[in-house]
């Protein structure tokens, strides 16, 4: 799923670029920057809601990872939010982009974070759950 988060922010980011500097935000544009902030605030409530859960459950010595990862996931959340009032508001694509940009810089650290620290024990989880429903779909 990160795989795909990574592809859809790339995707983004090249559709603010193909935009003309100082101009708003094209219906094309709107699509994928909705897109992208739907597909990852999706995977992080799906985290926080069972994944993170189960993993509490069967490794409690991981719950200060699993806080730092939540804080993240607010931290996000905030900078989608700005980034979506941007986009609504016919932001230029350089402001678009400064707000992708920093949402880049913290989704790639808070990625490569979580599969540190988590990618061995969810190789070993069993969830009772469809993988759609709890890292979400794209």
């Given at each position: 799923?990160?795989?795909?988060?990574?592809?859809?922010?790339?995707?983004?980011?090249?559709?603010?670029?193909?935009?003309?500097?100082?101009?708003?935000?094209?219906?094309?544009?709107?699509?994928?920057?909705?897109?992208?902030?739907?597909?990852?605030?999706?995977?992080?409530?799906?985290?926080?809601?069972?994944?993170?859960?189960?993993?509490?459950?069967?490794?409690?010595?991981?719950?200060?990872?699993?806080?730092?990862?939540?804080?993240?996931?607010?931290m996000?959340?905030?900078?989608?939010?700005?980034?979506?009032?941007?986009?609504?508001?016919?932001?230029?694509?350089?402001?678009?982009?400064?707000?992708?940009?920093?949402?880049?810089?913290?989704?790639?650290?808070?990625?490569?974070?979580?599969?540190?620290?988590?990618?061995?024990?969810?190789d070993?989880?069993?969830?009772?759950?469809?993988?759609?429903?709890?890292?979400?779909?794209?």
């Amino acid at each position: 799923m990160h795989t795909r988060l990574r592809d859809a922010l790339r995707v983004t980011r090249e559709a603010v670029d193909a935009g003309v500097a100082g101009e708003p935000a094209t219906r094309d544009l709107l699509l994928y920057c909705h897109g992208f902030c739907s597909a990852l605030d999706q995977h992080h409530r799906g985290e926080d809601r069972m994944l993170f859960p189960a993993i509490a459950a069967a490794h409690p010595d991981l719950a200060p990872v699993l806080r730092a990862l939540e804080q993240d996931h607010s931290m996000i959340g905030h900078l989608l939010g700005a980034l979506q009032r941007a986009v609504e508001g016919g932001a230029s694509p350089d402001e678009l982009d400064r707000h992708l940009e920093g949402i880049a810089a913290i989704m790639e650290s808070h990625f490569r974070y979580e599969e540190r620290q988590l990618l061995t024990v969810l190789d070993a989880l069993a969830l009772d759950a469809a993988p759609d429903e709890v890292l979400g779909a794209l």
